[in-house]
């Protein structure tokens, strides 16, 4: 859960900051609201 929702802001941090290849991206700041959504599910899921 927690790596999951650390890697989606990474990802989206990362898209803005850091030199990714290209311009920022969609389909990264989409990869990284996934992330945080399936983190999101985890969370929700856990017992």
């Not at 929702?5 to 990284?32: D, E, K, Q, R, T």
């Amino acid at each position: 859960m927690f790596g999951l929702l650390g890697i989606g802001v990474l990802v989206i941090l990362l898209n803005y900051v850091a030199p990714i290849p290209g311009a920022p991206s969609n389909w990264y700041l989409l990869g990284g609201l996934a992330a945080v959504l399936a983190g999101i599910i985890a969370a929700t899921q856990y017992r």
